[in-house]
T-cell receptor, first 112, second 115 residues
Framework: ETGVTQSPTHLIKTRGQQVTLRCSSQ?????VSWYQQALGQGPQFIFQ???????GRGNFPPRFSGLQFPNYSSELNVNALELDDSALYLC???????????FGQGTRLTVV | AQSVAQPEDQVNVAEGNPLTVKCTYS??????LFWYVQYPNRGLQFLLK??????LVKGSYGFEAEFNKSQTSFHLKKPSALVSDSALYFC?????????????FGSGTQLTVLP
């Protein structure tokens, strides 16, 4: 176990809805990154938070947004859901931006 | 652009035989390389990393990886495969995206160890 927990584990949403995914980082880790893993593909970087500030973003539209809280837990919000947003969403925490990342078990989002 | 490639979608090996999962990379500067394993419906588990130093890196569960700068490769190896090693394996390189240090992953290699 990595100490990184994500909730919920599974979620089904309708196209056009909004969703919030949550991540509790490993104790002491101040950096959280979010990844999207579509079926049969490797994870793709969405964005990273370091000490409550977004400090890097991948090629994802603005309807993907996030937050990091003072206890370093994090949320990923996706607005106006599309069918292609169906994927496994992975949260990873690290001690700082330069060390290895430890992943949670993921949230499986299905958009119908 | 910095990237990794995993040329094999699927690798099959008999239990007890050595296994190799291949990874090549393309980066500017010194590469920070990682291997992760993913079991069905689970997140990624860290296996090992190469930052600097010895070219042979030892990691979890008896896995090791050999960094080869001239061939730009970072192949994952294990001397004797177990059925429980069957999983999806990802090679990754750390890239600098603005001020973020994020991982770019390969497409993954499904390893099946046959009893």
């Amino acid at each position: 176990e990595t100490g990184v927990t994500q909730s919920p584990t599974h979620l089904i949403k309708t196209r056009g809805q909004q969703v919030t995914l949550r991540c509790s980082s490993q104790s002491g880790h101040n950096t959280v990154s979010w990844y999207q893993q579509a079926l049969g593909q490797g994870p793709q970087f969405i964005f990273q938070y370091y000490r409550e500030e977004e400090n890097g973003r991948g090629n994802f539209p603005p309807r993907f947004s996030g937050l990091q809280f003072p206890n370093y837990s994090s949320e990923l919000n996706v607005n106006a859901l599309e069918l292609d947003d169906s994927a496994l969403y992975l949260c990873a925490s690290s001690l700082d931006r330069a060390t290895e990342a430890f992943f949670g078990q993921g949230t499986r989002l299905t958009v119908v | 652009a910095q990237s990794v490639a995993q040329p094999e979608d699927q690798v099959n090996v008999a239990e007890g035989n050595p296994l190799t999962v291949k990874c090549t990379y393309s980066v500017s500067g010194n590469p920070y390389l990682f291997w992760y394993v993913q079991y069905p419906n689970r997140g990624l588990q860290f296996l090992l990393k190469y930052i600097t130093g010895d070219n042979l890196v030892k990691g979890s569960y008896g896995f090791e990886a050999e960094f080869n700068k001239s061939q730009t490769s970072f192949h994952l190896k294990k001397p004797s495969a177990l059925v429980s090693d069957s999983a999806l394996y990802f090679c990754a390189v750390r890239v600098f995206w603005g001020s973020a240090r994020q991982l770019t992953f390969g497409s993954g290699t499904q390893l099946t160890v046959l009893p």
